[in-house]
């Protein structure tokens, strides 16, 4: 692969200026762009055909279930090309080209040419005059490298012509460019989605963000509020906004929810989903739409939608195109929030095997294990978060995530050593499955099958849900620790392949997720929901609720009420507390909407009496009891 005949070139092309903005991806990194559209020269093997070149495409070099980290040509080959067909005519701007995801391997590009065509056959090769362009690619296997046209280019398909390369000739790639509408094409107009004028599309920095909201309050100032979790290492407060009819204070019997967004910070969509869904339900609400205030007056609504703000800034100055796989995953101290919990499923699941469950060892509320307040391996997000999710009563929550298009549902950690006896699946499978299925199904194509998901390898079957363990297992989950730890039911929704997409795919996503994320909120009423009080009407706080046949409680919150979600179906439920007598129901499940009411009255137990009569001063009591 040699070269040197162009090195003079280089110069001018770093001096050229652009003279148009550039245009968004086509769309190999979100699959917009289909397998059928993309050929090239040769491959080296079938787990490394043309269409595993999308960038940030994940590799597995796991050997029974091999798939490539990039599309790789026949060593064997002397000419090679990667080709796109854009199906229309289309003004591309540039490419972004990328080495192969892989653990072992440092297989990147180094050089390529480009070559564009209306018809396939005919080619024409960027070329400054002298000699065809020599595009400079990467240098290393991971980082996004762009290269500009200096001129659009109008043509239907487009070639990468790789030169020189490191290791192996692998890459993956995304191309920039605008497709050329026919003025005459009725059917794209009325595909095309009319944004609405009141919502702000755009990707939202850190102090972009701030203002939104703080406008969202200025213009909805008695259903919202805004408050902060705490700080993130860099010193950003992580912002939450309430919306709800009475936004300060917890209403008894009203259900709590959250929303969260940007654990991982590149992971861009989910947090402009939920500043969308702020703007949204102020704006609805106010022009009275009935399900808009049914909403905000029936739940509580939590809205964070940046979890790990300095992650989300590092990845939002890097840009939506070229910020990488990586870049603002984890937080300033280089830790993963989403897995950096206690990991309280080890110490259930051991005692579980001990037989100690649920009479020694409760099946609910794990306490998190001594040593944690002094674990320097806990971001400081991670503490914020947890002592959020214990000071609200929440019932459901969601958090967003990306590179996949998929919900996710606990346990999320793979139970190892599982005894025969306990085979059986997680006591709320069918509950977190039929949560998962309300987001997946609504949204407009998170059940459609991307021939194995955005990386391959999804166990999806097309539903769009995914039981976490049997994916990619993880241990410390914000989802486990929710479950165990407190009374809140929380998933994961992997909104689409392309983790931070261009901002004009905003309004697309916002179209694709809003009934879905109305429809998720409104099933924190489903089940049972009620008080536990006393004979004389006082609330009793940490009650016990449980429903027999499922291994996992809940308990009431310092006002006395609780939610159950369950699925329809008739129900015997206990309520326990210190002190009194348990009291069993049967509460029936229904289809309709809104929750079953199923409220407790529980009288001291005798013992209770007894023991308090002892402590009283009575002198005929003890008269008594020393004549015994
Ligand atoms: C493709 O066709 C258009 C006219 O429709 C022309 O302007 C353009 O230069 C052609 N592109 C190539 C690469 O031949
Ligand atoms: C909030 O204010 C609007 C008027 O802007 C009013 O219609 C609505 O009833 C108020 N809601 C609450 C919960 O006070
Ligand atoms: C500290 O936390 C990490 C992450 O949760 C965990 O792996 C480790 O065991 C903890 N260390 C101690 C001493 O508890
Ligand atoms: C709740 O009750 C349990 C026993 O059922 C007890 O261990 C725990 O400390 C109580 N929590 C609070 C906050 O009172
Ligand atoms: C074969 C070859 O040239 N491999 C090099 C590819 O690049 C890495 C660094 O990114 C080098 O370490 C390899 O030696």
């Known amino acids: 692969h040699n070269m040197p005949q162009y090195r003079s070139y280089c110069e001018i092309q770093v001096s050229i200026t652009y003279f148009r903005q550039n245009c968004p991806p086509l769309g190999m990194e979100s699959h917009k762009i289909e397998p059928d559209q993309l050929t090239a020269s040769s491959m080296s093997q079938y787990s490394f055909a043309p269409q595993r070149a999308r960038l940030n495409m994940q590799g597995s070099d796991d050997e029974d279930d091999m798939r490539g980290g990039a599309w790789c040509a026949n060593s064997e080959d002397s000419n090679h090309w990667f080709e796109i067909d854009a199906r229309k005519e289309t003004e591309f701007t540039g490419v972004i080209t990328q080495g192969r995801d892989s653990a072992i391997e440092n297989d990147f590009v180094t050089s390529y040419f480009l070559a564009f065509s209306n018809d396939s056959r005919e080619w024409t090769t960027i070329h400054d005059g002298y000699a065809d362009w020599l595009f400079f690619g990467n240098s290393d296997k991971d980082v996004p490298v762009m290269n500009q046209l200096a001129e659009p280019m109008l043509a239907r398909y487009i070639r990468i012509i790789p030169q020189s390369w490191n290791g192996s000739l692998c890459m993956r790639l995304e191309v920039l460019g605008c497709p050329v509408h026919d003025p005459a094409d009725v059917q794209y107009r009325q595909n095309e989605v009319t944004p609405v004028d009141y919502l702000e599309f755009k990707h939202h920095s850190y102090s972009d963000m701030v203002t939104l909201m703080k406008s969202v309050h200025d213009e909805c100032p008695n259903i919202t509020s805004i408050y902060s979790l705490g700080r993130s290492s860099k010193g950003r407060e992580i912002m939450a906004m309430i919306i709800s009819g009475n936004p300060t204070e917890h209403e008894i019997g009203e259900p709590e929810f959250r929303f969260t967004a940007g654990l991982h910070g590149n992971e861009a969509v989910g947090r402009e989903m939920i500043l969308l869904l702020m703007q949204y339900l102020c704006k609805e609400y106010k022009d009275r739409n009935p399900r808009a205030q049914q909403l905000v007056e029936g739940i509580r609504i939590h809205l964070v939608p940046s979890l790990n703000p300095d992650g989300h800034e590092e990845a939002f100055e890097a840009g939506s195109e070229l910020s990488g796989w990586t870049t603002g995953h984890f937080t300033n101290e280089g830790i993963d929030i989403f897995q950096n919990f206690p990991d309280l499923n080890s110490i259930l699941w051991d005692a579980e095997e001990k037989g100690m469950v649920p009479k020694l060892t409760p099946n609910h509320h794990i306490p998190i294990p001594e040593g944690f307040d002094f674990n320097s391996s806990i971001a400081v ?135 879905a994320m109305l429809i998720f909120m409104e099933q924190v ?104």
């Open 381 to 515: 997000e991670t503490r914020a978060i947890i002592s959020w999710m214990k000071s609200y009563p929440f019932v459901l929550g969601a958090n967003f995530q990306g590179g996949e298009s998929i919900v996710a549902y606990p346990y999320d950690s793979f139970r190892l050593n599982k005894p025969a006896e306990s085979q059986k699946p997680h006591s709320h499978e069918s509950l977190f499955r039929w949560l998962a299925v309300s987001y997946a199904s609504t949204h407009l194509s998170m059940t459609h099958n991307y021939h194995g998901s955005c990386h391959g390898g999804t166990p999806a079957g097309g539903h769009g849900i995914v039981n976490r363990a049997k994916w990619k297992p993880v241990t410390g989950s914000m989802n486990d620790f929710s479950y165990l730890n407190t009374n809140c039911f929380e998933l994961s929704i992997f909104l689409g392949c392309d983790k931070f997409p261009h901002q004009n795919e905003l309004v697309h996503e916002w179209e694709k997720n809003r009934e």
């Open 525 to 628: 009423h489903r089940g049972i929901r009620g008080i536990v009080k006393d004979q004389q009407g006082n609330a009793i706080a940490n009650a016990t609720v449980s429903v027999e046949g499922i291994n996992h409680d809940v308990t009431t919150a310092p006002t006395g009420d609780y939610w159950r979600l369950l699925n329809p179906g008739e129900y015997r439920v206990t309520a326990r507390a210190e002190g009194f007598s348990p009291v069993t129901k049967l509460c029936v499940v229904g289809y309709q909407s809104g929750a079953t009411a199923c409220s407790f009255n529980l009288a001291k137990s005798n013992w209770d009496r007894i023991k308090q009569v002892r402590h009283r001063p009575n002198p005929l009591l003890f008269k008594m009891t020393s004549e015994h």
